[in-house]
């Protein structure tokens, strides 16, 4: 493979590695050993050598009393790590050559790492990404999170209808993480405040313990190593009841255990909703709680002076999830350590910043006082004094974070951060007019922008080795982590010998992906049509019916015209639905039974095929990105913040059919307009629409292709057995439509007709393909973690010190 240069460790060196852990950590012969006890064997070969990166850059940070970066989230979309550690220390070829002198296949054992999908989608995703720049910059930094039991719920289908059981990568065993028994916390909740020798003590009524695991995070080359800590849920005090076990009540003695734990059993599977629930409240505090008591340990170990904090701490609140972060910071500063309340404030504020990720309002978290009085009374007091005293610094104001009985996390976010970021320049432009706008007139400093990024080790070098390779042969190597360095590939798109290289990687890779798809899916399809691709979480914002109807409306418009030169095309999607969320959960049923039709339809199939992937992962996009020839990213304008998967389409050389929406604008901009395919209404035009009383209905009398497509599906097309099947959809799409999938259809199947036009010369396509990736250098997760060190949190590298 033509990997950038290799690690200085031979094949040999790192076969004894591997036999020596088979043999001693998991008492193995070779000749008995499974693909797991060989994945565990290379998975240890590989740490050892990356705890020793993880030590100096511990050592390095305390010699230089340097100040570190928190990243707090709820979520940590890591995937799998064996590979991950493995190009990072660039020891492919040594540990694919070892293990092929011990007869096992590389890809094999790499295959058998469960994904730890400890995320819902982007936001998840984003904080792996970023935990990796931060590494990779050697910028002393923790990830803190929750070590969830049952990752996201792995998905399957039962007639087209999305299935949930249980995910359960512990079950396999896990080679990352230490396990930190003395590093251990209390939580408490409940209980009551009082006031004892003129300070206010709060005395829970309950409590469970935060238990640490950490994994060492590496970066680049191996050269700087963090850590993400992960909170294991504990029963505070005895574990076990002794005295029920002994009366014969053996479930009843498991109890304060099993309650304790329930904390740090299940992922959330919402994304962007607020799903509500005390657990979740309990989580976040759980969380939040644990974190801060660490990072005031490890302060204390090295500071004594408390004035300090703020420049040796720094706290970064993932969505509002951790913000409870705020009071918190706050009661540890006044009440424990005796710090005035406003002085208190203050510091916390400067230790602290916080991201927005969405608009939707009903994902901005706030929750009752009722509940949140229940569960953090002394929490629930400092939040009403924190509204009060932001209240008298700016009379005029008429946003609070208490409003309806509720505490309303954004805004309490918005006082308690020095900086608010949003990760798109449309959707920090949004903030600034509309949630956050009376928040942005006090305070005109505060929110920045900080377009998102995707690491370009996970993106390009290991997703992607034949293109890397290439790009790679053709600037050298130092791309991997000086991504801008892309442009060097532009002089070269126009020579045709370089060019044909680069479609050859493509057609490759989805050959690739045909054949995968063919012994894993069932799906069989011929790797000349264009692979479109659609994978994201299901929801309506995203429009995937959007995408489905087109499919309709073109495969009605093949039947009337079997004769015409059609260019053939897979369109692909992958995504999870909510389970509480019906309407998507129709849309994935609805995408699989017009999956069924139009594959069996002898007379369009090699013109137009749908394919619906289960299980939708980190893993799977791996597989899918490279492979891509169109990037679907179709959101209503004003709704996605940002998308993370669009750039790494781009990146990897697909074309994108987008929106002006989140970070569609910036990457069109980076590309070129002439290498973006840009249809449907622009944020500013989306409220107007929406005015319009009749607009679905006026769109649908307008286009008689959307019409028939809509038609179809109410009349039981795709669902004969059930006709009414999919009424709610088409009723919905006819009637309210907020997202507007009727009104954006037409510029759609306009923008999808050019689409195939532009396929058709491929040479021109794999121009366009390549001006891409040459582009797109600037949404590496390096450039946006600069910029956070940089203009957020005044955290220095220390990687070259
Ligand atoms: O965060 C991504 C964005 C994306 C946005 C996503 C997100 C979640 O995954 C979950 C909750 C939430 O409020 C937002 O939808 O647009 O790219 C990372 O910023």
Same mark, same amino acid.
């Given at each position: 493979?033509n990997m950038?240069?290799?690690n200085?460790?031979?094949?040999?060196?790192?076969?004894a590695?591997i036999?020596?852990?088979?043999?001693?950590e998991?008492?193995?012969?070779a000749?008995?050993?499974?693909?797991?006890d060989?994945r565990?064997?290379l998975s240890?070969?590989?740490?050892?050598?990356i705890v020793?990166?993880w030590?100096a850059?511990?050592r390095k940070?305390?010699?230089?009393?340097a100040k570190?970066?928190?990243y707090?989230?709820?979520?940590?979309?890591i995937?799998?790590l064996?590979e991950d550690?493995?190009?990072?220390l660039r020891l492919? &070829?040594?540990?694919? %050559?070892?293990?092929?002198?011990?007869?096992q296949d /590389?890809?094999t054992?790499?295959e058998? !790492?469960?994904? $730890?999908a400890?995320?819902?989608?982007g936001l998840?995703?984003l904080?792996a990404?970023?935990?990796?720049?931060?590494?990779?910059?050697?910028c002393?930094?923790?990830?803190y999170?929750?070590?969830?039991?049952?990752g996201l719920?792995?998905q399957?289908?039962v007639d087209g209808?999305?299935?949930?059981?249980?995910?359960?990568?512990?079950?396999?065993?896990?080679a990352w993480?230490f396990?930190?028994?003395e590093s251990?916390y209390r939580?408490?909740f409940?209980?009551?405040?009082s006031t004892?020798?003129?300070k206010?003590?709060w005395t829970?009524?309950?409590?469970?313990d935060?238990?640490?695991?950490?994994t060492?995070v590496i970066?680049?080359q191996?050269r700087w190593?963090?850590?993400?800590r992960?909170?294991?849920?504990?029963?505070s &005090?005895?574990?076990? %009841?002794?005295d029920?076990?002994?009366?014969?009540? /053996?479930?009843?003695?498991?109890?304060? !255990?099993?309650l $304790?734990?329930?904390?740090s059993?299940?992922?959330?599977?919402d994304d962007?909703t607020?799903?509500?629930?005390?657990?979740?409240?309990?989580?976040?505090?759980?969380?939040?709680?644990?974190?801060?008591?660490?990072?005031?340990?490890?302060?204390d170990?090295?500071h004594?002076d408390?004035?300090?904090?703020?420049?040796?701490?720094?706290?970064q609140?993932?969505d509002?999830?951790?913000?409870?972060?705020g009071?918190?910071?706050v009661?540890?500063?006044?009440d424990?350590?005796?710090l005035?309340f406003?002085?208190a404030?203050?510091?916390a504020?400067?230790c602290?910043?916080?991201?927005?990720?969405?608009?939707?309002?009903?994902?901005?978290?706030s929750w009752?006082?009722?509940?949140?009085?229940k569960?953090?009374?002394r929490?629930?007091q400092?939040?009403?004094?924190?509204?009060?005293?932001?209240?008298?610094?700016?009379?005029s104001r008429?946003?609070?974070?208490?409003?309806?009985n509720?505490?309303k996390?954004g805004?309490?976010s918005?006082?308690m951060?020095?900086?608010?970021?949003?990760?798109?320049a449309l959707h920090?432009?949004?903030m600034k007019?509309?949630?956050f706008s009376e928040?942005?007139?006090?305070?005109?400093d505060?929110?920045?922008?900080?377009?998102?990024g995707?690491?370009?080790?996970?993106?390009?070098l290991?997703c992607?080795p034949?293109?890397s390779?290439l790009?790679t042969d053709t600037?050298?190597?130092?791309?991997?982590?000086h991504?801008?360095?892309?442009?060097?590939?532009?002089?070269?798109?126009?020579d045709p010998?370089?060019l044909?290289?680069?479609?050859?990687?493509?057609r490759?890779?989805?050959v690739d992906?045909?054949?995968w798809m063919s012994?894993?899916?069932?799906?069989?399809?011929?790797?000349?049509?264009?692979?479109?691709?659609q994978?994201?979480?299901?929801?309506?914002y995203?429009r995937?019916?959007l995408?489905?109807?087109?499919?309709?409306a073109?495969?009605?418009?093949?039947?009337?015209?079997p004769?015409?030169?059609?260019t053939p095309?897979?369109?692909?999607?992958a995504g999870?639905?909510?389970?509480?969320y019906?309407?998507a959960?129709?849309i994935?049923r609805?995408?699989n039974d017009?999956?069924?039709?139009?594959?069996?339809d002898?007379?369009t199939r090699?013109?137009?095929?749908?394919?619906?992937?289960?299980n939708?992962?980190v893993?799977l996009?791996?597989?899918?990105?490279?492979?891509?020839d169109?990037?679907?990213?179709i959101?209503?304008a004003?709704?996605?913040?940002?998308g993370?998967?669009?750039m790494?389409?781009?990146l990897n050389?697909a074309?994108?059919?987008?929106t002006?929406?989140g970070?569609?604008?910036?990457?069109r901009e980076?590309?070129g307009a002439e290498?973006?395919?840009?249809?449907?209404?622009?944020?500013?035009?989306v409220?107007?629409r929406r005015a319009?009383k009749?607009?679905a209905?006026?769109?649908?009398?307008?286009d008689?292709?959307?019409?028939?497509?809509?038609k179809a599906?109410?009349?039981g097309?795709?669902?004969?057995?059930?006709?009414?099947r999919?009424?709610n959809?088409?009723?919905?799409?006819?009637?309210p439509?907020?997202?507007?999938v009727?009104?954006d259809f037409t510029?759609?199947?306009r923008?999808?007709?050019e689409?195939?036009t532009?396929?058709?010369d491929?040479?021109h396509?794999?121009?366009m393909?390549?001006?891409?990736?040459?582009?797109?250098?600037?949404f590496?997760s390096?450039?946006t973690?600069t910029?956070?060190m940089?203009?957020i949190?005044?955290?220095k590298?220390l990687r070259?010190?």
């Amino acid at each position: 493979m033509n990997m950038v240069s290799r690690n200085t460790m031979t094949t040999d060196e790192f076969r004894a590695a591997i036999l020596r852990h088979l043999k001693y950590e998991l008492g193995k012969d070779a000749s008995h050993a499974s693909v797991e006890d060989w994945r565990m064997a290379l998975s240890f070969a590989v740490r050892d050598q990356i705890v020793d990166s993880w030590f100096a850059a511990t050592r390095k940070t305390y010699e230089a009393g340097a100040k570190r970066v928190y990243y707090l989230s709820m979520e940590f979309l890591i995937g799998r790590l064996l590979e991950d550690g493995i190009v990072n220390l660039r020891l492919v &070829d040594q540990a694919r %050559d070892a293990l092929a002198a011990l007869g096992q296949d /590389f890809d094999t054992v790499l295959e058998d !790492e469960p994904d $730890a999908a400890l995320g819902n989608g982007g936001l998840g995703r984003l904080a792996a990404c970023f935990l990796e720049s931060l590494s990779t910059l050697g910028c002393p930094a923790y990830g803190y999170g929750i070590r969830y039991e049952h990752g996201l719920f792995r998905q399957s289908f039962v007639d087209g209808r999305q299935m949930e059981a249980p995910e359960t990568w512990l079950l396999k065993r896990h080679a990352w993480e230490f396990e930190r028994p003395e590093s251990r916390y209390r939580i408490g909740f409940g209980g009551e405040v009082s006031t004892k020798g003129g300070k206010v003590v709060w005395t829970p009524a309950d409590s469970v313990d935060a238990e640490a695991y950490d994994t060492p995070v590496i970066g680049w080359q191996g050269r700087w190593a963090n850590t993400l800590r992960l909170w294991s849920a504990r029963a505070s &005090d005895t574990p076990f %009841d002794l005295d029920s076990f002994n009366r014969g009540d /053996f479930a009843g003695a498991a109890e304060p !255990e099993a309650l $304790a734990r329930t904390i740090s059993r299940v992922l959330y599977p919402d994304d962007t909703t607020d799903q509500g629930k005390e657990l979740r409240l309990k989580q976040e505090y759980f969380l939040t709680g644990a974190a801060l008591q660490d990072i005031m340990r490890r302060f204390d170990s090295e500071h004594d002076d408390l004035g300090k904090l703020p420049s040796k701490v720094a706290i970064q609140m993932n969505d509002t999830h951790p913000a409870i972060a705020g009071p918190e910071l706050v009661r540890i500063l006044h009440d424990e350590r005796g710090l005035p309340f406003d002085e208190a404030m203050n510091m916390a504020q400067a230790c602290l910043s916080y991201t927005n990720h969405t608009l939707l309002p009903e994902a901005l978290e706030s929750w009752h006082e009722g509940l949140f009085g229940k569960l953090l009374p002394r929490h629930l007091q400092i939040v009403d004094r924190i509204d009060d005293a932001h209240a008298k610094a700016h009379p005029s104001r008429t946003v609070s974070a208490r409003s309806d009985n509720h505490v309303k996390m954004g805004e309490l976010s918005f006082i308690m951060a020095h900086k608010v970021n949003g990760v798109s320049a449309l959707h920090t432009d949004l903030m600034k007019t509309t949630v956050f706008s009376e928040f942005h007139r006090l305070h005109p400093d505060r929110i920045i922008n900080q377009t998102n990024g995707v690491t370009p080790r996970r993106w390009l070098l290991s997703c992607n080795p034949r293109l890397s390779g290439l790009i790679t042969d053709t600037i050298g190597e130092t791309w991997a982590d000086h991504l801008e360095e892309l442009k060097g590939l532009e002089p070269h798109v126009s020579d045709p010998a370089w060019l044909e290289k680069y479609a050859a990687a493509k057609r490759a890779n989805k050959v690739d992906l045909a054949n995968w798809m063919s012994s894993t899916a069932d799906i069989n399809v011929d790797p000349d049509m264009m692979f479109d691709v659609q994978i994201k979480r299901l929801h309506e914002y995203k429009r995937q019916h959007l995408n489905i109807l087109e499919a309709i409306a073109l495969w009605q418009e093949i039947k009337a015209n079997p004769s015409a030169d059609w260019t053939p095309r897979l369109k692909i999607f992958a995504g999870k639905a909510a389970p509480g969320y019906f309407f998507a959960k129709d849309i994935i049923r609805l995408i699989n039974d017009v999956a069924k039709v139009l594959n069996a339809d002898v007379e369009t199939r090699d013109m137009l095929q749908v394919a619906f992937l289960p299980n939708y992962n980190v893993t799977l996009a791996e597989r899918l990105i490279p492979a891509a020839d169109l990037s679907e990213q179709i959101s209503t304008a004003g709704k996605e913040a940002s998308g993370t998967g669009n750039m790494k389409f781009a990146l990897n050389g697909a074309l994108t059919v987008g929106t002006l929406d989140g970070a569609n604008v910036e990457i069109r901009e980076h590309v070129g307009a002439e290498n973006f395919f840009l249809f449907g209404m622009t944020a500013d035009k989306v409220e107007a629409r929406r005015a319009i009383k009749d607009h679905a209905a006026q769109a649908i009398a307008a286009d008689p292709r959307l019409a028939a497509a809509l038609k179809a599906i109410h009349d039981g097309v795709f669902s004969p057995d059930e006709p009414a099947r999919y009424h709610n959809i088409t009723e919905n799409l006819s009637g309210p439509d907020y997202f507007l999938v009727s009104s954006d259809f037409t510029d759609y199947y306009r923008a999808q007709r050019e689409v195939d036009t532009a396929f058709k010369d491929q040479q021109h396509w794999m121009t366009m393909a390549a001006l891409n990736t040459a582009r797109s250098g600037w949404f590496s997760s390096d450039r946006t973690i600069t910029d956070y060190m940089a203009q957020i949190w005044d955290a220095k590298s220390l990687r070259d010190s």
